[in-house]
Nanobody
């Protein structure tokens, strides 16, 4: 059974940092692209980063480029999202998701590419 469990969220002041973890089970990270998404109240879910299956290709939208870094530890079957210089507008529930093969190379920047989702972890950035 494929499972994704996020952790590491919390309350942080603007300018601070958090590292989110996405622990995967039921599959190997080399075989699935992983995406990090977020959803703030009243807003649509949006991608904040993703990493391709086995190719290491990473994507960041302009809103987080230079501040967020995605990485993976295949030995722990865990993907991380390091978030630096956090801003109040980064406040949202953060989800990780796995794509079993919809995107052939790299990773998808839309939620519909992803088959499996975690339950999310809340990130709150105070001003």
């Amino acid at each position: 059974e494929v499972q994704l469990v996020e952790s590491g969220g919390g309350l942080v002041q603007a300018g601070g940092s958090l590292r989110l973890s996405c622990a995967a089970s039921g599959f190997a990270l080399d075989d699935y692209a992983i995406g990090w998404f977020r959803q703030a109240p009243g807003k649509e879910r949006e991608v904040v980063s993703c990493i391709g299956a086995g190719d290491g290709i990473r994507y960041y939208p302009g809103s987080v480029k230079g501040r967020f870094t995605i990485s993976s530890d295949n030995a722990k079957n865990t993907v991380y999202l390091q978030m630096n210089n956090l801003k109040p507008e980064d406040t949202a529930v953060y989800y990780c998701a796995a794509d079993s093969g919809t995107v052939v190379a790299g990773c998808g920047d839309q939620s519909y590419y992803y088959d499996y989702w975690g339950r999310g972890t809340q990130v709150t950035v105070s001003s």
